[in-house]
Each structure stands twice: as C-alpha cells, then as structure tokens.
C-alpha cells in the first residue's frame, strides 16, 4: 500500500502533488475507490474550482462517507486549498452550502479592499499561531504560494495554526490531532511546501 493516498474527484491538479510527495521519497496512489480511501494510512483532499460542485461530487461518489471515517478513526489527513475549506460545516460560494463538517465554521470570500486584487493570487508569508508538526524545522515568515477568493473562519480559533495576511489576517492552516489542512498549496511552495509534505508523511 502507497504512504499517502490522494483523492481523485476531478478538483485539482492530482500530478502535482502526487509528483510533490515523491520528491520527499513517499509513494503516493491516487484513487476515486472509497474503499481504498477507506483502508488507506494516510489520506489527502487536495482541490482547486468551486465547493459546491466539490461537495456535490463528494457525496454522489461516495467518498465523503470514507473520508469522514479515516478522519473519525484518527489517521492522519492533510486538506489542501478547496480540501481545507471542504472539512467546515459552510460556504458562502455562490450560495450557501454545507460543507463536511468536520469542523465548525465558514468559509468566506475576502471583502472587497482597495489594491488588493480577489483571488488572492501568489506568496505570501506565514505567522505559525502553534507547534504544528507540520512546520517542524521552518523558519517563522516562510513563504507559501496562495490561489483562493474564499478561506475558512473556524469558531474555535484554536483551530487555526498559521496565518496569512491579505490585507488583515486570516487562517491560513488548521491544526487538530490526526488533521492538517493548509489553504496555501504546498506542492506549489518550493522547498517550503516539500519540507510541509516530508513532515506530514512522517507522523504516525
């Protein structure tokens, strides 16, 4: 069985980060089998486009259930972009629509700001708000490369690991027991995001 599994629902570049996870030295599979999601050890939710038609696919594959579950189980999980904003219990997108639940929270679209162009497209640097073990041996203020309009608001501020800011702060990864979710992509971030995925592979 691969180190990492990552799940195919048609929402992101799956190369990219399975090529990402290989370069750390990890076997990576890729998979749309929810019962290979199911008996995996270590699972990603990457994803780019739209929550609703992510949520939609979701259910109608029937990955959400198995996702849950790897997560319920306590194995670890790491979300990525859309796969982070997917684990809260809404989105604003385009309308309203729930989200896995996993957490409690919104996912918002940043408020329109003179100069600031929405997406919020490229680095931006990181304040770790935790001893996340995903940032294990980063400097404070690395760089990470963002594309996203919208980003969660857990309730339990707890929740959040690092931030970003664009122009005020916001959360830019999430943290709890056997779940790491990054609203940044690593696999786009360099050494920064390879050091990020060579860290997840290692927690047991």
């Known amino acids: 069985m691969a180190d990492v599994t990552i799940v195919d629902y048609g929402m992101a570049n799956l190369r990219s980060v399975q090529k990402a ?17 199911r008996d995996c050890p270590k699972l990603i939710l990457p994803g780019v486009g739209a929550f609703q038609d992510a949520i939609s696919w979701l259910h109608k594959s029937g990955l959400a259930e198995p996702i849950v579950r790897h997560i319920e189980n306590g194995r670890p999980f790491l979300g ?8 809260f219990s809404r989105s604003h997108e385009d309308g309203v629509f729930s ?10 679209r940043f408020p329109p700001t003179p100069g600031l162009k ?4 490229g680095w931006n640097q990181l304040h770790y708000t935790t ?3 995903l ?44 779940v790491f979710a990054t609203q940044f992509h690593p696999e786009k971030s360099q050494q920064v995001g390879l050091t990020m995925l060579k860290n997840f592979v290692a927690i047991s």
């Open 21 to 37: 996870f290989e370069r750390v030295g990890a076997t990576a599979e890729i998979t749309a089998d929810p019962a290979r999601i």
């Open 80 to 87: 990525i972009c859309l796969g982070m904003q997917l684990l």
């Open 99 to 108: 989200g896995l639940n996993i957490f409690a929270g919104d996912v918002v």
């Open 131 to 133: 001893s996340c073990p």
């Open 118 to 121: 929405v997406p919020h497209m």
């Open 135 to 178: 940032f294990a041996g980063l400097a404070e203020d690395s760089s990470v490369y963002f594309v996203h309009s919208y980003y969660p608001v857990p309730t339990d501020a707890s929740l959040t690991s690092a931030q970003a800011d664009y122009p005020d702060p916001f959360t830019a990864a999430i943290w709890k027991d056997n």
